[in-house]
Protein backbone atom coordinates (compact mmCIF):
# COMPACT_ATOMS: atom_id res chain seq x y z
CA UNK A 1 0.00 0.00 0.00
CA UNK A 2 1.36 3.49 -1.20
CA UNK A 3 1.10 6.22 1.38
CA UNK A 4 1.44 9.50 -1.23
CA UNK A 5 -1.14 9.22 -4.18
CA UNK A 6 0.64 11.39 -6.95
CA UNK A 7 -1.57 12.48 -9.41
CA UNK A 8 -1.67 14.62 -12.23
CA UNK A 9 -4.39 16.07 -14.80
CA UNK A 10 -2.55 14.56 -17.97
CA UNK A 11 0.85 12.37 -18.79
CA UNK A 12 2.24 15.31 -20.32
CA UNK A 13 3.01 16.95 -16.26
CA UNK A 14 4.93 13.56 -15.68
CA UNK A 15 8.36 15.60 -17.13
CA UNK A 16 6.97 18.61 -14.66
CA UNK A 17 5.70 16.24 -11.78
CA UNK A 18 8.64 13.57 -11.37
CA UNK A 19 11.02 15.66 -9.04
CA UNK A 20 7.83 15.15 -6.45
CA UNK A 21 8.32 11.78 -6.81
CA UNK A 22 12.59 11.86 -6.56
CA UNK A 23 12.16 13.11 -3.28
CA UNK A 24 10.10 10.34 -2.41
CA UNK A 25 12.14 8.61 -3.70
CA UNK A 26 15.08 10.05 -1.36
CA UNK A 27 13.14 9.73 1.82
CA UNK A 28 11.89 6.20 1.08
CA UNK A 29 8.56 7.21 1.38
CA UNK A 30 5.86 4.47 -1.02
CA UNK A 31 3.67 6.44 -3.64
CA UNK A 32 1.93 5.64 -6.62
CA UNK A 33 1.73 7.43 -9.73
CA UNK A 34 -1.51 7.85 -11.65
CA UNK A 35 -3.41 10.01 -14.91
CA UNK A 36 -6.53 11.59 -13.15
CA UNK A 37 -8.23 14.58 -14.39
CA UNK A 38 -11.61 16.00 -13.24
CA UNK A 39 -12.01 17.28 -16.36
CA UNK A 40 -11.68 14.46 -18.96
CA UNK A 41 -12.30 11.44 -16.34
CA UNK A 42 -14.49 13.06 -13.68
CA UNK A 43 -15.94 9.52 -12.53
CA UNK A 44 -12.57 8.20 -11.86
CA UNK A 45 -11.19 11.33 -10.35
CA UNK A 46 -13.86 11.18 -7.72
CA UNK A 47 -14.02 7.37 -7.28
CA UNK A 48 -10.07 8.01 -6.74
CA UNK A 49 -10.60 11.01 -4.12
CA UNK A 50 -13.27 8.92 -2.26
CA UNK A 51 -11.29 5.73 -1.98
CA UNK A 52 -7.96 7.46 -0.66
CA UNK A 53 -8.27 7.36 2.50
CA UNK A 54 -9.81 4.01 2.94
CA UNK A 55 -6.68 2.56 0.39
CA UNK A 56 -4.40 3.72 3.07
CA UNK A 57 -3.19 7.38 1.48
CA UNK A 58 -2.01 9.57 3.74
CA UNK A 59 -1.01 12.65 1.41
CA UNK A 60 -2.36 13.58 -2.49
CA UNK A 61 0.04 15.64 -4.46
CA UNK A 62 -2.20 16.67 -7.51
CA UNK A 63 -0.51 18.58 -10.61
CA UNK A 64 -2.15 20.27 -13.09
CA UNK A 65 -1.53 22.66 -15.77
CA UNK A 66 -4.11 25.81 -17.31
CA UNK A 67 -7.53 25.41 -15.90
CA UNK A 68 -6.22 23.49 -13.31
CA UNK A 69 -9.49 21.97 -11.25
CA UNK A 70 -8.40 18.50 -10.13
CA UNK A 71 -6.46 19.67 -6.64
CA UNK A 72 -9.63 21.15 -5.50
CA UNK A 73 -11.72 18.86 -6.88
CA UNK A 74 -10.10 16.01 -5.09
CA UNK A 75 -9.58 18.02 -1.84
CA UNK A 76 -13.84 18.36 -2.08
CA UNK A 77 -14.35 14.23 -1.86
CA UNK A 78 -11.54 13.43 0.41
CA UNK A 79 -10.41 14.27 3.98
CA UNK A 80 -6.66 13.55 3.12
CA UNK A 81 -4.67 16.46 2.97
CA UNK A 82 -3.66 17.69 -0.56
CA UNK A 83 -0.41 19.52 -2.18
CA UNK A 84 -1.43 21.66 -5.42
CA UNK A 85 1.21 21.86 -7.76
CA UNK A 86 0.57 24.38 -10.75
CA UNK A 87 2.15 22.98 -13.59
CA UNK A 88 3.38 25.65 -16.35
CA UNK A 89 2.32 25.45 -20.15
CA UNK A 90 3.61 27.44 -22.83
CA UNK A 91 0.79 29.27 -22.62
CA UNK A 92 0.32 32.05 -19.87
CA UNK A 93 3.44 30.52 -17.93
CA UNK A 94 1.58 28.66 -15.12
CA UNK A 95 -0.25 31.55 -13.79
CA UNK A 96 -3.42 30.25 -15.01
CA UNK A 97 -2.72 26.76 -13.16
CA UNK A 98 -1.61 28.55 -9.92
CA UNK A 99 -4.67 31.08 -9.89
CA UNK A 100 -7.25 27.83 -10.52
CA UNK A 101 -5.31 25.52 -7.74
CA UNK A 102 -4.50 28.87 -4.96
CA UNK A 103 -7.80 30.76 -5.05
CA UNK A 104 -9.73 28.07 -3.30
CA UNK A 105 -13.21 28.91 -1.30
CA UNK A 106 -13.04 28.42 2.97
CA UNK A 107 -13.69 25.13 3.59
CA UNK A 108 -11.45 22.95 1.28
CA UNK A 109 -7.70 23.66 1.53
CA UNK A 110 -5.42 22.93 -0.85
CA UNK A 111 -1.88 23.45 -0.20
CA UNK A 112 -0.13 25.20 -3.46
CA UNK A 113 3.65 25.38 -4.33
CA UNK A 114 4.88 27.71 -6.44
CA UNK A 115 5.14 27.02 -10.31
CA UNK A 116 6.37 24.12 -11.57
CA UNK A 117 7.74 23.54 -7.88
CA UNK A 118 6.78 19.74 -7.53
CA UNK A 119 10.02 19.19 -5.14
CA UNK A 120 8.86 21.27 -2.65
CA UNK A 121 5.61 19.33 -2.56
CA UNK A 122 7.26 16.24 -2.29
CA UNK A 123 9.03 18.03 0.75
CA UNK A 124 5.89 18.84 1.72
CA UNK A 125 4.54 15.78 2.30
CA UNK A 126 7.16 14.14 3.89
CA UNK A 127 6.61 17.08 6.61
CA UNK A 128 2.99 16.00 6.56
CA UNK A 129 4.30 12.26 7.29
CA UNK A 130 7.19 13.03 9.46
CA UNK A 131 4.85 14.81 12.06
CA UNK A 132 3.93 11.94 13.04
CA UNK A 133 6.95 9.59 12.11
CA UNK A 134 9.84 10.45 14.56
CA UNK A 135 12.35 8.53 12.11
CA UNK A 136 11.38 10.72 8.84
CA UNK A 137 11.43 14.04 10.93
CA UNK A 138 15.41 13.36 11.84
CA UNK A 139 16.04 12.44 8.39
CA UNK A 140 13.72 15.71 7.44
CA UNK A 141 16.41 17.72 9.54
CA UNK A 142 19.43 16.15 8.86
CA UNK A 143 18.18 17.14 4.94
CA UNK A 144 17.64 20.67 6.41
CA UNK A 145 21.39 20.42 8.00
CA UNK A 146 22.53 19.54 4.36
CA UNK A 147 20.76 22.43 2.53
CA UNK A 148 22.21 25.20 5.19
CA UNK A 149 25.82 23.31 4.71
CA UNK A 150 25.37 23.42 0.58
CA UNK A 151 24.55 27.35 0.71
CA UNK A 152 27.26 28.42 3.26
CA UNK A 153 30.24 26.45 0.66
CA UNK A 154 28.56 28.02 -1.83
CA UNK A 155 28.77 31.49 -0.46
CA UNK A 156 32.42 30.78 0.99
CA UNK A 157 33.03 30.03 -2.81
CA UNK A 158 31.34 32.99 -4.03
CA UNK A 159 33.55 35.07 -1.91
CA UNK A 160 36.42 33.48 -2.13
CA UNK A 161 35.67 34.12 -6.10
CA UNK A 162 35.62 38.05 -5.17
CA UNK A 163 39.54 38.05 -3.48
N1 LIG B 1 -5.92 20.88 -15.66
C1 LIG B 1 -6.18 19.68 -16.17
C2 LIG B 1 -7.15 18.77 -15.72
C3 LIG B 1 -8.03 18.95 -14.54
O1 LIG B 1 -7.84 19.95 -13.81
O2 LIG B 1 -8.88 18.11 -14.33
N2 LIG B 1 -7.11 17.69 -16.52
C4 LIG B 1 -6.13 17.88 -17.40
N3 LIG B 1 -5.57 19.09 -17.20
C5 LIG B 1 -4.38 19.67 -17.82
O3 LIG B 1 -4.41 19.85 -19.17
C6 LIG B 1 -3.06 20.07 -19.58
C7 LIG B 1 -2.86 19.64 -21.01
O4 LIG B 1 -3.03 18.25 -21.12
P1 LIG B 1 -2.60 17.48 -22.45
O5 LIG B 1 -1.11 17.67 -22.60
O6 LIG B 1 -3.00 16.03 -22.21
O7 LIG B 1 -3.39 18.11 -23.58
C8 LIG B 1 -2.20 19.29 -18.57
O8 LIG B 1 -1.30 20.20 -17.93
C9 LIG B 1 -3.22 18.75 -17.61
O9 LIG B 1 -2.82 18.77 -16.26
Do not use: C
Not at 6 to 12: A, P, Q
Not at 22 to 48: Q, W
Not at 137 to 161: F, G, H, I, N, P
Amino acid sequence: MSTVGLIMGSDSDWPTMKAAAEVLDEFEVSYEVEVVSAHRTPIKMIDYGRAAADRGLKVIIAGAGGAAALPGMIASVTPLPVIGVPVPLKHLDGMDSLLSIVQMPAGVPVATVSIGNARNAGLLAVRILAAADRPLLDRMSAYQADLEQLVAEKDAALRASLT
